[in-house]
């Protein structure tokens, strides 16, 4: 299976547990070029008031900051890929997911865990921790 086709599976796994209706995932908001397509997946599954922390970069509180901030993320990094490294994990209304990611066929330029708060079945919180290259 392509790497985001895992992606996808996997990351749909936690957020179907927050109930969204729709099985779009976080790739297709810090991973899409597209801003139309973007901008359309934050609308799924973050809820409006949701929050992103970004340890480097701060604080993104609603939709439109938390498009702000993807598309800035990708415009410095336009051909990383992001890929699990290991299962979701789910609790409560919260989960967790480890990745890594960088340039196809190169090794990772980093590595980060995200833990998604979800609330009413989208996420409301969603907290990026950059971890040590596996």
Not at 25 to 31: A, E, I, K, T, Y
Not at 59 to 67: C, L, M, N, Q, T
Request: hydrophobic share 35%.
């Amino acid at each position: 299976m392509q790497t985001r086709d895992r992606w996808r599976e996997e990351t749909y796994h936690v957020i179907q547990h927050f109930d969204l209706a729709n099985p779009q995932s976080l790739h297709d908001v810090f991973g899409e070029n597209d801003p139309a397509r973007r901008r359309a997946a934050i609308d799924e599954i973050f809820t409006e008031d949701g929050v992103f922390y970004d340890p480097s970069r701060g604080v993104y509180r609603g939709r439109d900051e938390i498009d702000r901030i993807a598309g800035a993320f990708r415009a410095t990094h336009p051909d990383f890929r992001y890929q699990p490294i290991a299962e979701p994990e789910e609790l409560g209304n919260g989960g967790r997911i480890q990745w890594v990611s960088g340039r196809p066929g190169e090794p990772p330029a980093y590595a980060g865990t995200d833990f998604i708060i979800a609330r009413d079945g989208r996420i409301a919180a969603l907290d990026l921790f950059f971890d040590k290259l596996p």
